[in-house]
């Protein structure tokens, strides 16, 4: 009973500074790593591919 609660911004700072650790956070980098290694080059194949397609209408392909 003889907590006190801290509430606010400076129980979220407290919270991050007391729960996140490098080894925690690389690990959640690393979980993520193959997520954007896959959407990266989709990404750049749909925006190209989007390019090539209004283009070719108006028989103007730019790259």
Do not use: C, N
Request: hydrophobic share 55%; net charge positive.
């Amino acid at each position: 009973m003889g907590e006190t609660t801290v509430t606010g911004m400076e129980a979220v700072i407290s919270a991050l500074t007391t729960g996140l650790t490098p080894a925690v956070f690389f690990d959640v980098v690393a979980d993520i790593v193959p997520f954007i290694v896959l959407i990266v080059p989709i990404a750049l194949g749909v925006y190209f591919l989007r390019k090539l397609i209004k283009g070719a209408g108006k028989a103007k392909v730019r790259f």
